[in-house]
């Protein structure tokens, strides 16, 4: 036992839901459409260009911003894709990931005794990490079954404290997107306010049915006041890089930098000149969202075979599946039961809910060899 001891700064919280049913797959050998990571490999250039990198010394700090080369092509790549151009040099930082660029941007904003509008389902880190800065997180709930903002809602939410509203699409774990309209209405709430946007973008390329990604990078004056954050890992199939980015306008960014230089500093060097070069290409990000569109229907097909009734997915890696035609356990237990037994482990969407709410649903990554969803799929028929 320690002879001393501490005040926890997060009382109420346990251990991730990913990283429980991961490891509760592991244990019954379950397949595993819990947490969301590819179980294909990554594209094989960019193990050459790592490589590459490697071999010809780039091992050494990069430059606290990010590798400058990287941060042009990013640049170059939101103008191409969203219309204009952030300055690479005061508006753009590599980061260790997006959960860390959500943090940083946090720290940098919140006093204690802020507010932040955060929607539920939300993924997993957002309150945790306003809690930390000693804020305040208010939430609004998505409209089941479509998980739909209900502008109305927020507006009513709004008060002389909120600080920043969170925005994740594609959305994570309801696969929901958000239209312009949402953007439109987004711009009206925060217009004339202090509110700052943080806009969780680490789907972006991952958007079905022929869907345009709204960025807030796209909206002017939602662009003026966001930090909007991606990661690496997520879109090019290396969620264990741990890599993303951070836009933001100078003054915003400014103050964010502050912060990153006493916490990483940096980030892997290699992996940043890799990078650089691949993105470059604009093929590798423009051809995603149809190879994850085809994963999609292709598990949806599956599951036509088995009593699992869909909700709509327009993006990200998941899909989300209502089992009211199989049980009425709750999520959290139906959920443990059916990798415990069928050998298929999901996350319950009641984990990304603060205040309790049970829909008896499911949350199912197929971003999976299809080996792994049909067989997936042959345990759950017997369900
Ligand atoms: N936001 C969302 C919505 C996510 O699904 C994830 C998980 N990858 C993250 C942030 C964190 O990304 P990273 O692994 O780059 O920290
Ligand atoms: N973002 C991943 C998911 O939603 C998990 C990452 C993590 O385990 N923190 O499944």
Known sequence: MSPVSIHSKLPNVGTTIFTVMSALAAEHKAINLGQGFPDYAMDESLLELVEHAMRNGHNQYAHMNGYGPLRKALADKVQYLYGSRPDPETEITITPGASYALFTALATILQPGDEVIVFEPAYDCYIPQIELMGAKAVTVNL?????????????????????????????????????????????????????????????????????????????????????????????????????????????????????????????????????????????????????LQKKRDYFQQLMTGTRFRPLASHGSYFQIYSYDAISDEPEYDFAIRLTKEAGVATIPVSSFYRTPVDNRVLRFCFSKRDETLAAAVERLKGI
Request: net charge neutral; hydrophobic share 40%.
């Open 143 to 291: 409209v089941f079954p479509n998980y739909r903002i209900d502008w109305k809602e927020v507006r009513a939410k709004i008060t002389g404290r909120t600080r920043a509203i969170i925005v994740n699409t594609p959305h994570n774990p309801t696969g929901s997107v958000l239209t312009k309209d949402d953007m439109l209405e987004l711009e009206a709430a925060v217009a004339g306010s202090n509110i700052i946007v943080v806009a969780d973008e680490v789907y972006e390329h991952l958007i079905f049915d022929g869907l345009q990604h709204e960025s807030v990078l796209k909206y002017p004056p939602l662009r003026e006041r966001a930090f909007a954050v991606y990661s690496f890992g997520k879109v090019y199939d290396c969620t264990g890089w741990k890599l993303g980015y951070c836009i933001a306008p100078p003054a915003l960014m400014a103050e964010f930098r502050k912060i990153h230089q006493f916490n990483a500093f940096t980030c892997d060097t290699p992996k940043q000149v890799a990078l650089a070069d691949f993105i470059n290409n604009r093929g590798v990000f423009l051809g995603l969202g149809s190879r």
